[in-house]
Structure formats: structure tokens, C-alpha cells
T-cell receptor, first 115, second 108 residues
Framework: GAVVSQHPSRVICKSGTSVKIECRSL??????MFWYRQFPKQSLMLMAT?????????EQGVEKDKFLINHASLTLSTLTVTSAHPEDSSFYIC???????????FGPGTRLTVL | QKEVEQDPGPLSVPEGAIVSLNCTYS??????FMWYRQYSRKGPELLMY????GNKEDGRFTAQVDKSSKYISLFIRDSQPSDSATYLC????????FGAGTRLAVHP
């Protein structure tokens, strides 16, 4: 199946710093990518939809100025957590649909810990 | 009412048992139904997807959709300890709606 990678897999940072997470589709092009956040023992919560060449669409309650999304190419989307705080500590996962749209492939996730 | 509802469990079964995982959904227009498996601290992986009513089988896994009752199920036969994970159902493919996930533990 299709492969989606994420980098880094784990990051620990100090409060107030910004963290960038990359999501790449390795063997297919993705005009759309999705960013999720998952707190321990909870389900995936969609944060935003990243669109290649246009602005991301954010879910209600997600601050677009805090979670900056850039979909620079058909294989790369980045999520930047700006001025991170301990409450931003979570598991961030991206996914990309196939061109047909009926399958969704997830990256391995990035565990962010803000001290 | 949530659009996709799933009992979070946890569900604990002995090795070899048949496991039944279930979700209900509220939007009768949904056509695609997926099951994902997520191991601890990993991203979800697609297990199966089905559309419309009926069954789909893949090895020990069977996905079942009953559109009349808006009910989707995943059956695992001869469950193994390696099946221990969280199983998430998802309906639709445009607007992504996940169930809460059911944590399954298969003990030897």
C-alpha cells in the first residue's frame, strides 16, 4: 500500500519554541493531507485539512495562527506548532487519501512533548 | 448525537476467541466504511474498507455493513495477542469521521 512518512517521530522542546512536523507521501501524490491530534487513550481529532497550493481548512476550535500548515508540494505538508506550550503535548498524525479518495494512509505519528 | 459512535471498551478476550467490534453511524448517505488498527504510540493502519451493505472477508477479519440499521462491525476470528490494539471505525472519505476507537486486549 501507499506510504506516508512523518518527521520527526519524537520531539521534546521548551515552552515558547516552535516545532515543525513534516508529512510526506512517498509513492503517490497527495493534493490533500489531513492533520490529526491524539491525546492519550483518546480518538483521533481532525485539526485541519491541508490543500496543495491553497490555504488549509481548519476545524472548529483549532487556532490557525498557532498551528501553521503549509502544503508546499504534492508530496509534502508541514505543520508548525508555534509558541508551543505544555498543553500542546500530544501525538500528531498526518494522513493522505489516495487519488480515488476512498482509502486513507496514515503517517507513523510525531510525539510532541513540551516542557 | 455523534455521527459515528463506537464503544471505547476496553474489551478483554482470551486467545482464540471471536471478537466483535461495532460502530453505529447516523448519516444514511455514508457509503464507505473503514476499519483501522492502531497499536500504542503508532499511527493507524487501514485494515479493511467496505461500501454499501454486505460482508468483506480478509483472512481472520470480516467487515460487515448493515445500512438498514446503520451498523458496521468487524469480526476477528481466532484472536491472537498480536491483535491487541485500538480499532477505529471511520465512515465516509471526504469528511473524515472516526469513532472513538475500541481498545482490545487478547490475553494468552
Amino acid at each position: 500500500g501507499a506510504v506516508v512518512s512523518q518527521h520527526p517521530s519524537r520531539v521534546i522542546c521548551k515552552s515558547g519554541t516552535s516545532v515543525k512536523i513534516e508529512c510526506r507521501s512517498l509513492d503517490f501524490q497527495a493534493t490533500t493531507m489531513f492533520w490529526y491530534r491524539q491525546f492519550p487513550k483518546q480518538s483521533l481529532m481532525l485539526m485541519a485539512t491541508s490543500n496543495e497550493g491553497s490555504k488549509a481548512t481548519y476545524e472548529q476550535g483549532v487556532e490557525k495562527d498557532k498551528f501553521l500548515i503549509n502544503h508546499a508540494s504534492l508530496t509534502l505538508s508541514t505543520l508548525t506548532v508555534t509558541s508551543a506550550h505544555p498543553e500542546d503535548s500530544s501525538f500528531y498524525i498526518c494522513s493522505a487519501p489516495t487519488a480515488q479518495g476512498n482509502e486513507q494512509f496514515f503517517g507513523p505519528g510525531t510525539r510532541l512533548t513540551v516542557l | 448525537q455523534k455521527e459515528v459512535e463506537q464503544d471505547p471498551g476496553p474489551l478483554s478476550v482470551p486467545e482464540g476467541a471471536i471478537v466483535s467490534l461495532n460502530c453505529t453511524y447516523s448519516n444514511s448517505a455514508f457509503q464507505y466504511f473503514m476499519w483501522y488498527r492502531q497499536y500504542s504510540r503508532k499511527g493507524p493502519e487501514l485494515l479493511m474498507y467496505t461500501y454499501s451493505s454486505g460482508n468483506k472477508e480478509d483472512g481472520r477479519f470480516t467487515a460487515q455493513v448493515d445500512k438498514s440499521s446503520k451498523y458496521i462491525s468487524l469480526f476477528i476470528r481466532d484472536s491472537q495477542p498480536s491483535d491487541s490494539a485500538t480499532y477505529l471505525c471511520k465512515s465516509g472519505y471526504n469528511k473524515l469521521i472516526f469513532g472513538a476507537g475500541t481498545r482490545l486486549a487478547v490475553h494468552p
